[in-house]
């Protein structure tokens, strides 16, 4: 007998786990992800505004959320990047990925609260986060019922923040920080 699961076999696109593949992956393994700060910088490239999502969470509250979604198997950081991007700003969004994607930082998600700031009751996941600037025109696509276009400051206001769960609210301001927009941590 080996250590490995007997997966069913499902119809699934390439590079997709089935539910039940990604059920006893979670279970056993931290997924990657990647969160994008979309943004609009004006002509020096300073950013001016910060575009939010406004969802149904699970409980049925209304959340604001950022750009975020797993990385696929075998694919790069930078087109996982775009496809989030597009998959929830829709396909003419004209995110500005740099030659060199750095995320600004790492963020640990755990299924346990309180171990970092970042939380997620399915799993325990490593998301490299970036700050994407776009230039094209956004709507929300899939389950996002708006975007919100915000200053900086109002999107790391009190108001705001208390809207954004399992962290995104502190990885915000982080981004924010990180593009001197916002004193640092």
Known sequence: MTDTADFPEEPTPDGWLSESELAAVRARLPMLYVDAVPVR????????????LLRVGRDGTMTRALVSGR????????????RHIEKDLGPVALPQIPAAPQPFTVAEYFPTPGITPYHDTR???????????????????????????????????????????????????????HVGRLPTF
Do not use: K, N
């Open 41 to 52: 910088v004006d002509e020096s490239g300073d950013v001016v505004a910060v575009g939010l």
């Open 123 to 177: 799993q325990h996941a490593v998301s490299m986060a970036y700050v994407v600037p776009v230039s094209g025109d956004c709507e929300p696509q899939q389950d996002a019922l708006d975007l919100a276009w915000m200053t900086p400051e109002e999107a790391c206001g009190e108001q705001v923040q208390v809207e954004m769960v399992g962290g995104q609210g502190y990885l915000l301001r982080q981004a924010m920080a």
């Open 71 to 82: 990385v696929m198997f075998h694919e790069r950081i930078r087109d996982a990047l775009l």
